[in-house]
């Protein structure tokens, strides 16, 4: 028998404000016009007083919750990947744990920027595997309007808030067909300069503010994402014409149209919210597969992949068959 990590639901949260862009350029010096052409983006979300990475979280999970009919209590781990948490600690993850009334399970944050899902994901999928954990709660959640400069146009206006969520289950079956194929990590600390946040208790005692050279981190997410989602393919010894719906992190309008591609898949088989959330970091995949899900486009026994990259550098892929 075969043991493998299934996807028994979705879920997502956003906050209640809706910001425009045309409602950012009464601040910023910015444009509706430039926003589109170079990023694709439309909208973002904003979360405003009582909106937290943590309440958003638990939101999410509880949708996903409702949609793969689980209880809470039924769950044994949480994993949460953000860069936004409520407090330094304790982990964002006790506190969806606490909101979620579940007494006893395994709970911590994950630390991957935008690439924190799929760090999450395979982290939970290895427990999942290991039989160390049955039922697991896989969020990512980010409040990232609150580490912006909104005084620099050239990374204000790229990102939101919001979170995703899955919940992953236990399956054994003789051919394991469906679940988590595939994962693949990677991250190289050369580029931490690149895109980081200039704060942190251990040097500056602050929450500091997000700093981006915006066209080198373009320039490397194209090659790494093309690069680990064949890296993935192989390894689950599958081809990208297999690919049934690519749900890559939704940083640039122009990262998605150039990755697809090169990797010559159709453009009609990747899943883009950009354009209505903007980019939420490591909130980004989960929100996009809820989408996708709830929209009736992704359907039991496609195979998917979700694919991030971010801060550090790091970034990954993982490949599922729904
Ligand atoms: O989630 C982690 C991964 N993050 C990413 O993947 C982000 C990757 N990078 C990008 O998406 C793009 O590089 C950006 C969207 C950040 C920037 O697009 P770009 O086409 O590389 O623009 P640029 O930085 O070359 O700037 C072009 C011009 C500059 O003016 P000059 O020097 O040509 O006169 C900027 O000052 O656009 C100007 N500009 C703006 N103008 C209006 C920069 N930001 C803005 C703005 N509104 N918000």
Known sequence: MIRRAILLGTGSA????????AELAQTVDTSDEWIVERTGIRNRYIAGDGE?????AADAAQAALDAAG???QDIDLIILATA??????????????AALGIDDCVAFD??????????AMTVADSMICSGAARRALVIGAETFSRILDWE???????FGDGAGAVVLGAEESADGARGILASKLHADGRHNGLLYVDGGPSTTQTVGKLRMKGQEVFRHAVVNLASVLNEVMATAGLSNSDIDWLVPHQANARILDATARKLKLSPDRVVVTVDRHANTSAA??????????????????DL???????????WGACVLRV
Not at 84 to 97: E, I, K
């Open 152 to 158: 620099d146009r050239t990374t204000c206006v790229l």
């Open 110 to 119: 994950v630390a991957a920027v935008c690439s924190g899902f799929l760090y």
């Open 52 to 56: 937290t990475t943590a309440s958003l």
């Open 14 to 21: 956003l906050p209640a404000r809706a910001v425009s862009n």
């Open 304 to 314: 998917i992949v979700l694919e991030a990259m971010g801060g550090g550098f790091t």
């Open 284 to 301: 980004s995949v989960p929100l996009a597969l809820d989408c996708a899900v709830r929209d009736g486009r992704i359907k039991p026994g």
């Open 84 to 97: 936004t948490p409520d407090q330094t600690f304790p982990a964002s993850a006790t506190r969806v744990q």
């Open 70 to 72: 689980v209880a809470a």
